[in-house]
């Protein structure tokens, strides 16, 4: 690394914390309110659809959506989530993070507004549209994994870097968190102004027709968010790593960080002929040299973040079921079509409330403490325990007079994933690799954990069906413990500098030249 690249990169890595950092916080988070939001609000409405498109006249219990449909409605989404990781996390390596971060919020936007439209009326052109539109609302989801982690880590110090980038992950909290609020709303105003029987008294008026806007209107919110920090996102510099490191511009990178970061760096410069760099410092992804330094690395990144989504998104998409199991949400027969969409959004809300955002805000306030080691081997651990204490007496916690303690035991798996793998996992691949590619091994990891995801939601379904839920607690539980072995290969990034765990800063001598910065922080 040359000396002026590396005067740079020091003066972001000491530089005190300064609003902007707050700022990027938010403009960058709310592309993960936007995700949590989209991708878990589905699971709100899905009852829903089933009831309106798939009743059939004189059956004896609500219409509900086939398992094949479920699938599809799920797995688009993830599967563009992945697709669109992988590119963006390729292509943010290659253009800059700058150049396609907007790219990925305008197609949120607009296909969150687009999921609730419909080209036709007959069931099969309603799931097409919203399948057609989830994919591509996915692909722009899975951008932002890799080019939010990213961007934060290049513009934090290395003291608060890890809660820095937490804090951008842990505004998916507040997504899922508003998801449930925004159904509770909607539906109590519905259920307020079309009032309507139980499906057991009158299986047609149970699902008034006014019923299909609920779904439509709590789809089409997510875009609001996104659409209300655009703006501020097109006008954020590139990273100054990505300028000094990848397009060797380090007074560029100088100048970008001094407006927005407040950091002056005069420039005294007594430059000589600029030396070749070192042979080999520029290896690629698919080269021996970062299989050798990396390789390992990123297979503890990718199979951690693979195995914490199978249990993550299992519990997320399909805590209705559970809850309706265990007789938490009453049968669907005994609900007209609003108050279980109302009461199925009272129920995740709760869970949220507790112990998702709380499990996040943990990891920020401690994860510069105690390390992203330990946070994601106690989150493992927990989870594991938690789910067999779930699963092995399973039968005690449907007796009703236990059905509390199953909710707060449920809880605590949620709390401990997101005060532990969750966020870990996001944070330390926007950290331990090259500049070069840190956006494009973050999308390879992310793209493993929605891997995950799809094995989750879809797996979750049909073992729940098949073998029951007691026995795919189990599953997970074994899943949880895999993560912990799992997790003894990705290393401890608290309190270096980025240039320190991707081997960069190694690269200073016979790289440097004669070039000297006085530096002073504003």
């Given at each position: 690394?040359?000396?002026?690249?590396?005067?740079?990169?020091?003066?972001?890595?000491?530089?005190?914390?300064?609003?902007?950092?707050?700022?990027?916080?938010?403009?960058?988070?709310?592309?993960?309110?936007?995700?949590?939001?989209?991708?878990?609000c589905i699971s709100l409405v899905t009852k829903l659809l089933g009831r309106i498109y798939y009743y059939k006249?004189?059956?004896?219990?609500?219409?509900?959506?086939?398992?094949?449909?479920?699938?599809?409605?799920?797995?688009?989404?993830?599967?563009?989530?992945?697709?669109?990781?992988?590119?963006?996390?390729?292509?943010?390596?290659?253009?800059?993070?700058?150049?396609?971060?907007?790219?990925?919020?305008?197609?949120?936007?607009?296909?969150?507004?687009?999921?609730?439209?419909?080209?036709?009326?007959?069931?099969?052109?309603?799931?097409?549209?919203?399948?057609?539109?989830?994919?591509?609302?996915?692909?722009?989801?899975?951008?932002?994994?890799?080019?939010?982690?990213?961007?934060?880590?290049?513009?934090?110090?290395?003291?608060?870097?890890?809660?820095?980038?937490?804090?951008?992950?842990?505004?998916?909290?507040?997504?899922?968190?508003?998801?449930?609020?925004?159904?509770?709303?909607?539906?109590?105003?519905?259920?307020?102004?079309?009032?309507?029987?139980?499906?057991?008294?009158?299986?047609?008026?149970?699902?008034?027709?006014?019923?299909?806007?609920?779904?439509?209107?709590?789809?089409?919110?997510?875009?609001?968010?996104?659409?209300?920090?655009?703006?501020?996102?097109?006008?954020?510099?590139?990273?100054?790593?990505?300028?000094?490191?990848?397009?060797?511009?380090?007074?560029?990178?100088?100048?970008?960080?001094?407006?927005?970061?407040?950091v002056d760096l005069e420039e005294q410069q007594r430059q000589q002929e600029k030396p070749k760099e070192k042979?080999?410092?520029?290896?690629?992804?698919?080269?021996?040299?970062?299989?050798?330094?990396?390789?390992?690395?990123?297979?503890?990144?990718?199979?951690?973040?693979?195995?914490?989504?199978?249990?993550?998104?299992?519990?997320?998409?399909?805590?209705?079921?559970?809850?309706?199991?265990?007789?938490?949400?009453?049968?669907?027969?005994?609900?007209?079509?609003?108050?279980?969409?109302?009461?199925?959004?009272?129920?995740?809300?709760?869970?949220?409330?507790?112990?998702?955002?709380?499990?996040?805000?943990?990891?920020?306030?401690?994860?510069?403490?105690?390390?992203?080691?330990?946070?994601?081997?106690?989150?493992?651990?927990?989870?594991?325990?938690?789910?067999?204490?779930?699963?092995?007496?399973?039968?005690?916690?449907?007796?009703?007079?236990?059905?509390?303690?199953?909710?707060?035991?449920?809880?605590?798996?949620?709390?401990?994933?997101?005060?532990?793998?969750?966020?870990?996992?996001?944070?330390?691949?926007?950290?331990?690799?090259?500049?070069?590619?840190?956006?494009?091994?973050?999308?390879?990891?992310?793209?493993?954990?929605?891997?995950?995801?799809?094995?989750?939601?879809?797996?979750?379904?049909?073992?729940?069906?098949?073998?029951?839920?007691?026995?795919?607690?189990?599953?997970?539980?074994?899943?949880?413990?895999?993560?912990?072995?799992?997790?003894?290969?990705?290393?401890?990034?608290?309190?270096?500098?980025?240039?320190?765990?991707?081997?960069?800063?190694?690269?200073?001598?016979?790289?440097?030249?004669?070039?000297?910065?006085?530096?002073?922080?504003?």
């Amino acid at each position: 690394m040359a000396k002026d690249e590396l005067q740079v990169l020091s003066a972001l890595d000491v530089a005190k914390t300064q609003w902007y950092h707050f700022t990027a916080i938010i403009i960058a988070g709310m592309g993960f309110f936007t995700d949590a939001y989209d991708l878990f609000c589905i699971s709100l409405v899905t009852k829903l659809l089933g009831r309106i498109y798939y009743y059939k006249p004189g059956s004896s219990s609500p219409g509900s959506l086939p398992p094949n449909v479920v699938a599809a409605v799920n797995g688009v989404a993830f599967l563009g989530t992945l697709t669109g990781q992988l590119f963006f996390g390729w292509l943010g390596d290659k253009l800059g993070r700058k150049r396609v971060y907007g790219i990925t919020l305008m197609l949120m936007v607009i296909c969150s507004l687009a999921s609730g439209l419909s080209f036709g009326r007959s069931p099969d052109s309603v799931m097409a549209t919203l399948c057609f539109f989830r994919f591509w609302l996915g692909f722009g989801i899975g951008g932002d994994y890799p080019l939010s982690a990213t961007i934060m880590s290049e513009y934090a110090n290395k003291k608060t870097r890890g809660a820095f980038i937490a804090a951008v992950f842990a505004m998916q909290g507040f997504g899922i968190l508003a998801g449930g609020m925004v159904a509770i709303i909607v539906s109590g105003a519905f259920k307020a102004n079309f009032p309507s029987p139980p499906f057991e008294k009158n299986p047609i008026r149970s699902t008034v027709p006014e019923a299909d806007y609920i779904w439509r209107i709590i789809l089409m919110f997510g875009a609001l968010p996104a659409l209300l920090t655009y703006y501020w996102r097109m006008k954020m510099p590139e990273t100054a790593r990505y300028t000094a490191l990848v397009a060797k511009d380090a007074k560029q990178a100088a100048a970008d960080m001094s407006k927005v970061l407040q950091v002056d760096l005069e420039e005294q410069q007594r430059q000589q002929e600029k030396p070749k760099e070192k042979k080999g410092s520029d290896f690629g992804l698919f080269s021996t040299q970062f299989l050798r330094k990396h390789g390992l690395h990123l297979l503890g990144t990718a199979s951690t973040w693979f195995l914490l989504d199978i249990a993550f998104y299992s519990q997320n998409l399909f805590q209705k079921d559970i809850f309706t199991a265990i007789g938490w949400i009453p049968k669907a027969k005994t609900m007209n079509a609003i108050e279980e969409v109302y009461r199925i959004a009272r129920a995740q809300t709760l869970i949220a409330l507790c112990s998702t955002v709380p499990g996040y805000w943990f990891t920020v306030a401690l994860i510069d403490k105690m390390g992203r080691f330990r946070i994601q081997l106690m989150g493992f651990i927990f989870m594991t325990l938690f789910m067999f204490a779930l699963a092995i007496p399973y039968h005690h916690w449907t007796l009703p007079h236990n059905r509390i303690g199953f909710v707060v035991m449920y809880s605590l798996t949620f709390f401990f994933s997101n005060f532990g793998p969750n966020a870990t996992t996001f944070v330390v691949p926007a950290e331990i690799f090259p500049a070069r590619l840190r956006s494009t091994c973050h999308g390879i990891s992310a793209a493993s954990g929605k891997a995950g995801a799809m094995v989750g939601a879809f797996g979750f379904l049909y073992a729940a069906e098949g073998i029951g839920v007691q026995r795919s607690l189990i599953i997970l539980g074994v899943v949880s413990l895999l993560g912990t072995f799992f997790t003894f290969l990705v290393p401890e990034s608290k309190g270096k500098s980025l240039e320190e765990m991707s081997g960069e800063a190694e690269q200073d001598d016979g790289n440097q030249t004669q070039t000297s910065h006085e530096i002073r922080m504003a």
